[in-house]
């Protein structure tokens, strides 16, 4: 039987696509580099480095479609194609980015993607470019600030994008890699509301029942105590910089979810209310 691969099976999306590929009886081999990592029952998991395709023992013999997140094939996306290839992959769905289009932040993560984009064109395999805004469970980052008090401290609260739910994007991959309408097309995916941070934060807030606020720090104090925190640089500049151009203009709006799935985009006030335990105190 055809597999489908999930590289990056284990984040917002792939975990996603996971589950509505299950419901419809598919085969599934999820890529990760965790041995112990939970998988749905059914899941085969390939476990090795999906940026060191030799790691990759693992790989089904016959695959029919695969899924890509560009953060986790990277460099190595050209050879997971040429493995897929060999063993028949009909489709590749690449997770990439509405920053492609819609040039905003530093100018190397645009090309990471445009990269990857263009690895996948080369490979042969007919593909899918999804290109999202960005995705709704980003807010998950101020969570500890909000379980803390009521309080979001941030940059740029004025900058605006229409979010994404991960469930719309997880639907609009499983049609493009098991059907043939959307080969060879790359659409602009995005959520249905224009919202900068503080509304973002207030919608939160009704979801957990709380009035939360957002406060404008500094760029450079918000990047000092993510990097205080151990995080590296890549974060706070690729935060900061998509943060910035967004508040100067808007980041892109579409319908093209409603139009691809035939039902409304899922709101961000729907995605806080599913998510609303992660924020309660
Ligand atoms: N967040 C956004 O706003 C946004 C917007 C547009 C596009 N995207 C793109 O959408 C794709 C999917 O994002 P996602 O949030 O669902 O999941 P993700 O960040 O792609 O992570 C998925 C999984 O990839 C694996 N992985 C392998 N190598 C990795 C590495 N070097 N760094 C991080 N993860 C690695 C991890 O699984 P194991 O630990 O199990 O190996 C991780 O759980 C990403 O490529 C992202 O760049 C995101």
Known sequence: ?????????????GRQVMDLLLRRGAEIAAVTRDPAARLPDGVRPVVGDPSRPDTLTDWPRRTGGVLLSPRAAGR?????LALGAARGAERAVVLSSATVRHPAGHRRFVEEFKAVEEAVRLSGTPWTFLRCADFDANALAWAPQIRAGG???GAH??????PLHERDIAEVAVRALTEDGLAGRAPVLTGPDPLDQRDKVRLIGAAVGRTLRFEDVSPARVRQTMLAQGLPEDVPDRLLGSLADHAVEAGPATRTVEQLLGHPARSFATWAVENAA???G
């Open 1 to 13: 039987m055809l597999m489908f691969v999930l590289i990056g099976a284990t984040g917002t999306v």
């Open 151 to 153: 309080v979001v401290r």
């Open 278 to 280: 992660a924020f309660a």
């Open 157 to 162: 609260p004025g900058a605006t994008t229409s």
């Open 76 to 80: 190595a996306t050209g050879e997971l």
